[in-house]
T-cell receptor, first 114, second 111 residues
Framework: DVKVTQSSRYLVKRTGEKVFLECVQDMDHENMFWYRQDPGLGLRLIYFSYDVKMKEKGDIPEGYSVSREKKERFSLILESASTNQTSMYLC?????????????FGDGTRLSIL | KQEVTQIPAALSVPEGENLVLNCSFTDSAIYNLQWFRQDPGKGLTSLLLIQSSQREQTSGRLNASLDKSSGRSTLYIAASQPGDSATYLCAAETSGSRLTFGEGTQLTVNP
């Protein structure tokens, strides 16, 4: 089974802090994704990556950056955390097979910015 | 820009009932349509994936259909059980492996 592991289930940080969310997958997937999920807004794509050192902006990249130094690890960085970044963050991975394989998700990190 | 809508937003049914969840999308140029289940406070679990060339997929009591020309997909759950209670999300995959999600249908199956 594909395993996508997010480093923290719950995280509380203060406004202005630099926050790192880590995600690791064990299936050698090329694609990795970061979403945030908010009531009434659904899941929105923040950033994604097709390969090591590569990154692409999603729909809401402002205030975030990412790092992919190794194929199995994709990190989301909140440069200077703000209260409007309080949310559920979900990481996912998938293989590049022309659309016949689903994305696999981690259990999520519920981040609170005080 | 792809938009995905799910109706209804919430559904409550008695145990044993067959039910249908609806998903519509605005751009028919999709690679596939994916259905996920999400339990409270958890991540998403993949249920079914229908490729753009397919009409339906089945897994156990679940059957998903796809009509690309009308921009619709349905998820049929047979003989519902309390353990089926969860939020069900559909997502359309477009170029670059990107998924656009609907807001989900929150299903409650009452014993």
């Amino acid at each position: 089974d594909v395993k996508v592991t997010q480093s923290s289930r719950y995280l509380v940080k203060r406004t202005g802090e630099k926050v790192f969310l880590e995600c690791v997958q064990d299936m050698d997937h090329e694609n990795m994704f970061w979403y945030r999920q908010d009531p009434g807004l659904g899941l929105r794509l923040i950033y994604f990556s097709y390969d090591v050192k590569m990154k692409e902006k999603g729909d809401i990249p402002e205030g975030y950056s990412v790092s992919r130094e190794k194929k199995e690890r994709f990190s989301l960085i909140l440069e200077s955390a703000s209260t409007n970044q309080t949310s559920m963050y979900l990481c996912a991975s998938s293989t590049q097979t022309g659309g016949n394989q689903p994305q696999h998700f981690g259990d999520g990190t519920r981040l609170s910015i005080l | 820009k792809q938009e995905v809508t799910q109706i209804p937003a919430a559904l409550s049914v008695p145990e044993g009932e067959n039910l249908v969840l609806n998903c519509s999308f605005t751009d028919s140029a999709i690679y596939n349509l994916q259905w996920f289940r999400q339990d409270p406070g958890k991540g998403l679990t993949s249920l079914l994936l229908i490729q753009s060339s397919q009409r339906e997929q089945t897994s156990g009591r679940l059957n998903a259909s796809l009509d690309k020309s009308s921009g619709r997909s349905t998820l049929y759950i047979a003989a519902s059980q309390p353990g089926d209670s969860a939020t069900y999300l559909c997502a359309a995959e477009t170029s670059g492996s990107r998924l656009t999600f609907g807001e989900g249908t929150q299903l409650t199956v009452n014993p």
